[in-house]
């Protein structure tokens, strides 16, 4: 398969709390406003981007298939295996004993894994394949650049 993605997996951790300041106003996009000096509430990164702690994991990817879905090469996904993949989801999936990221999607009555980079075709899901979804990715973390 050349469009697979290495892939390397982490646990999210349930019992840790992490705490951070909400402002709260709202960043402007446009034109700037001025801040408010004073915090609303605290966040807890875990509470926001983690539903089902038992279920999560982290998956560092490295590749370059789903570059037009915002996901680069070094980049972490939450990635949630109590969630139900359904049709243009991106997935983590199990395709003949190996890992890779693509979108889903479901044709009538055909499945295809469809990278996000025009220099890798669709991955037609055949019968006579061992695939598996693995999980749905929730969110996708990258540095800013």
Avoid at 9 to 18: H, M, Q, V
Avoid at 27 to 34: D, I, K, M
Avoid at 86 to 112: C, M, P, W, Y
Wanted: with cysteine; proline share 6%; charged share 25%.
């Amino acid at each position: 398969m050349g469009n697979k993605l290495k892939l390397e997996f982490y646990k999210a951790e349930d019992n840790s709390k992490l705490s951070l300041p909400l402002f709260s106003a709202h960043v402007q996009a446009g034109f700037p406003s001025p801040a408010d000096d004073y915090v609303e509430k605290k966040l807890d990164l875990n509470e926001l981007l983690i539903k089902h702690p038992a279920a999560t994991f982290f998956v560092r990817v490295e590749g370059d298939s789903m570059i037009d879905a915002d996901i680069k090469s070094g980049d972490i996904l939450i990635v949630d295996r109590a969630c139900t993949p359904s049709d243009n989801k991106i997935v983590v999936a199990v395709l003949n004993g190996e890992f890779t990221v693509k979108r889903i999607h479901k044709k009538d009555t055909q499945l295809f894994l469809v990278p996000e980079n025009r220099n890798f075709p669709p991955i037609e899901v055949t019968a006579e394949m061992d695939f598996e979804v693995w999980g749905v990715v929730t969110y996708i973390i990258h540095k800013a650049t």
